[in-house]
């Protein structure tokens, strides 16, 4: 509970309930987080093993990130705390 509850982590895990991401698109998707943040919160994430990241050969490297089949098990937790955070604009 500790590692889902720190700032940032929920939003990371709610963005990646779509489908695997590039580390520019979670940062577009989570505003107002440095990448330095980002970066570290997803390595906690992945050594949690809730994100798996994926380096792609090539210039320039790509690095994307999904979820786990343990993330995803969070789903549903992830979806009904945005719901309630939409119904209470939180």
């Known amino acids: 509970m500790e590692l889902v509850g720190r700032r940032w982590s929920g939003a990371i895990l709610y963005s990646l309930t779509g489908g695997r991401l590039r580390f520019a698109e979670l940062k577009a998707a989570v505003p107002?987080?440095?990448?330095?943040?980002?970066?570290?919160?997803?390595?906690?994430?992945?050594?949690?093993?809730?994100v798996d990241r994926e380096v792609h050969p090539g210039t320039p490297v790509r690095v994307s990130y999904e979820l786990t089949a343990k993330g995803e098990s969070l789903g549903p937790v992830i979806g009904s705390l945005g719901d309630w955070a939409r119904h209470h604009r939180v």
């Open 32 to 50: 107002g987080m440095s990448d330095r943040l980002l970066s570290a919160r997803l390595k906690e994430l992945e050594q949690a093993g809730l």
